[in-house]
T-cell receptor, first 116, second 116 residues
Framework: AQKITQTQPGMFVQEKEAVTLDCTYDTSDPSYGLFWYKQPSSGEMIFLIYQGSYDQQNATEGRYSLNFQKARKSANLVISASQLGDSAMYFCAMREAQDSNYQLIWGAGTKLIIKP | EAGVTQFPSHSVIEKGQTVTLRCDPISGHDNLYWYRRVMGKEIKFLLHFVKESKQDESGMPNNRFLAERTGGTYSTLKVQPAELEDSGVYFC??????????????FGPGTRLTVL
């Protein structure tokens, strides 16, 4: 069964608009962490934001915020005031505490293109 | 401080040949992970080292793949003989040893492998 689902293979957004990238997850572990990574065309994987399952507040990092809805098992990434440099692949990932390896489980990614 | 580095950045080989990918983690990071993304699919975990020991290699596709981390520093991933389906981007990540579910993995830029 898919543990991380990103339903948007691609998105076009006008520059300066806000954009929401969807991510739903599936786990029976009560303790887990959710991550978003950005992969620009240059290829490197850049960590953006983290949300722990027990965190009371939604995570924020600059223009990035995570809309964490635990009951719905969703962890959508919100990018405010999008910029041309935000064009990239975005991956949602999860780590379950019961996995002693702490391996990341990944979604398929969303390709975001910001239009000028 | 240097980040995770991977070599080569690109490799194009013919089916049946051997390729060795190298990853140098961040100094002091005992955890080292290999992931792979086949075109259009999710990033998949391959294996996890803690220092020089293989903690989990359940994600390795088959016995054509051999990973080593002699001395607990850099790691190599050898594919022998390479098949067409091995094409993809191979990512390496490293992290500090720790029990927190938030244990950020730092990624290298990846090696893009193309098997013709």
């Amino acid at each position: 069964a898919q543990k991380i689902t990103q339903t948007q293979p691609g998105m076009f957004v006008q520059e300066k608009e806000a954009v929401t990238l969807d991510c739903t997850y599936d786990t029976s572990d009560p303790s887990y962490g959710l991550f978003w990574y950005k992969q620009p065309s240059s290829g490197e994987m850049i960590f953006l934001i983290y949300q722990g399952s027990y965190d009371q507040q939604n995570a924020t990092e600059g223009r990035y915020s995570l809309n964490f809805q635990k009951a719905r098992k969703s962890a959508n990434l919100v990018i405010s005031a999008s910029q041309l440099g935000d064009s990239a692949m975005y991956f949602c990932a999860m780590r379950e505490a019961q996995d002693s390896n702490y391996q990341l489980i990944w979604g398929a990614g969303t390709k975001l293109i910001i239009k000028p | 401080e240097a980040g995770v580095t991977q070599f080569p950045s690109h490799s194009v080989i013919e089916k049946g040949q051997t390729v060795t990918l190298r990853c140098d983690p961040i100094s002091g990071h005992d955890n080292l992970y290999w992931y792979r993304r086949v075109m259009g699919k999710e990033i998949k975990f391959l294996l996890h080292f803690v220092k020089e020991s293989k903690q989990d290699e359940s994600g390795m596709p088959n016995n054509r793949f051999l990973a080593e981390r002699t001395g607990g520093t850099y790691s190599t991933l050898k594919v022998q003989p390479a098949e067409l389906e091995d094409s993809g981007v191979y990512f390496c990540a490293s992290s500090l040893l720790g029990s927190s579910s938030y244990n950020e993995q730092f990624f290298g830029p990846g090696t893009r492998l193309t098997v013709l």
